[in-house]
């Protein structure tokens, strides 16, 4: 189990274990959402997947990680000191974290951009979900980072949007995201595990991955799909 770390006198994020980065490389090269999705409908959880509007800003972005959520709203006024609290809360992020940005799909401004990503990107994290809009785009691509997000649009967040908290639980594109929670991410959308079963949803995935091979293998020699999911019971 991985030791806790206390944030600016929120809720902990965890340090970087071992144990971590082998169960992220295993999601990003054995798994994917759809199945990790099966998984979740299986056990229960079946509002796990965020909606489909949120699409990565290239195609080939695959992460895995713990979410560190930032909390924002929009805002109709300049105020004194827009940045101090979306400073601290990128500032906070840990390696093997997400940044989960929730706006509630506000279409104002955007949030997250390259010097953001920079940040996030030299703290550790491992991506981005922006519920909302993101700018300079091209300059994130070239930098590596990879972020998914609801839209594109070159406006700052001053004046139109404000970050209020972090990591907290905040609703993202139709997904309740609490803090330590798996987030994972590919060209199918995004999926959100639960802290509590991510160990029992990864096994359900990674076994279905495995028959859906067989399955696979067997199609192509040329048997039905009814007797190929009469044996392996998946499709």
């Known amino acids: 189990m991985a030791t806790e770390h206390q944030s600016n006198g929120r809720a902990p994020g965890r340090v970087l274990q071992t144990a971590d980065v082998e169960l992220f490389e295993h999601v990003e090269q054995n798994l994917y959402t759809a199945v990790l999705a099966d998984a979740l409908d299986e056990l229960g959880f079946r ?48 390696p093997g974290e997400i940044a989960v940005v929730a706006t509630g799909d506000s279409k104002r401004n955007a949030p997250w951009g390259e010097l953001l990503s920079t940040a996030a990107l030299t703290r550790g994290a491992r991506g981005a979900v922006i519920d909302g809009l993101v700018r300079d785009v091209k300059k994130i691509q070239a930098l590596g980072f990879p972020v998914f997000a609801t839209g594109i649009k070159p406006v700052d967040s001053r004046g139109r949007g404000l970050v209020v908290d972090y990591n907290i639980p905040v609703e993202c594109q139709g997904v309740l995201v609490t803090p330590g929670d798996l987030v994972v991410a590919d060209f199918d959308g995004v999926v959100v595990v639960p802290a509590a079963v991510v160990t029992e949803a990864v096994r359900m995935a990674t076994d279905k991955v495995s028959r859906e091979n067989h399955s696979r293998a067997e199609l192509m020699n040329g048997m039905l799909l009814r007797q190929v999911y009469d044996k392996y019971g998946v499709l």
């Open 47 to 94: 509002q796990q997947a965020m909606r489909e509007t949120i699409r990565p800003l290239s195609p080939d972005l695959v992460f895995a990680g713990w979410a560190r959520t930032i909390s924002c709203m929009d805002v109709y006024h300049m105020s004194e000191n827009p940045y101090d609290i979306e400073i601290e809360a990128v500032d906070s992020l840990l």
